[in-house]
């Protein structure tokens, strides 16, 4: 079984800090994705990652990075959280493009 | 760009009734599709998948879709919901073709009563 794993389940940081978000996935994966759920809105896709050191910009990218240096690895970066990023943020990995994402179990982020 | 519409945002069942949630999706091209359950307090699951071959695909747990490419629908649908059915659903849709990610309906919260 695929396994997804995101570094924390509850995070509550300040306005202004730098804040990240790790996940790892232990499939050999290629292709690594990062979304924030809120209701009512579904999920909509930040950046996602196709290989290592690529990235490219989903839906929401505005306030966010990422950063890929190993195939496990995928981590979102808050530069300067702000209380309108409060959500849950969603990891997911993929082998090729008709597979289905795994997901991890989700962080609940929240900025105060 | 793409985009996936669900059009119910809350469905209220009871037990044995029939279910049938709408996916609309907007793409020109190949696409793959998905539906995810989520219950309350867990991850997101894989309820089925088309990718190509017969457009009638079951799932897990007695589900199935059925993928109409004329209408770009891709209607997800149990004969009897169970109390456990209660959970969100939502339908996603990727382009056939390498580094290209899910696109999320916005989900439909189904309630089961028994």
């Known amino acids: 079984d695929v396994k997804v794993t995101q570094s924390s389940r509850y995070l509550v940081k300040r306005t202004g800090e730098k804040v990240f978000l790790e996940c790892v996935q232990d499939?050999?994966?290629?292709?690594m994705f990062w979304y924030r759920q809120d209701p009512g809105l579904g999920l909509r896709l930040i950046y996602f990652?196709?290989?290592?050191?690529?990235?490219e910009k989903g839906d929401i990218p505005e306030g966010y990075s990422v950063s890929r240096e190993k195939k496990e690895r995928f981590s979102l970066i808050l530069e300067s959280a702000s209380t309108n990023q409060t959500s849950m943020y969603l990891c997911?990995?993929?082998?090729?493009?008709?597979?289905?994402?795994?997901f991890g179990d989700g962080t609940r982020l929240s900025i105060l | 760009a793409q985009s996936v519409s669900q059009h119910n945002h809350h469905v209220i069942l009871s037990e044995a009734a029939s279910l049938e949630l709408g996916c609309n999706y907007s793409?020109?091209?190949?696409?793959?599709l998905f539906w995810y359950v989520q219950y309350p307090g867990q991850h997101l699951q894989l309820l089925l998948k088309?990718?190509?071959?017969?457009?009638l695909v079951k799932g897990i747990k007695g589900f199935e879709a059925e993928f109409i490419k004329s209408k770009f629908s891709f209607n997800l649908r149990k004969p009897s919901v169970q109390w456990s059915d209660t959970a969100e659903y939502f339908c996603?849709?990727?382009?056939?073709?390498?580094?290209?990610?899910?696109?999320f309906g916005k989900g439909t919260t189904l309630s089961v009563s028994s």
């Open positions: 997911a990995s993929r082998d090729k493009s008709h597979q289905p994402q795994h």
């Open positions: 499939m050999d994966h290629e292709n």
């Open positions: 990652s196709y290989d290592v050191k690529m990235k």
């Open positions: 793409y020109g091209g190949t696409v793959n």
């Open positions: 088309y990718f190509s071959g017969d457009p």
């Open positions: 996603a849709v990727n382009a056939n073709q390498a580094g290209t990610a899910l696109i």
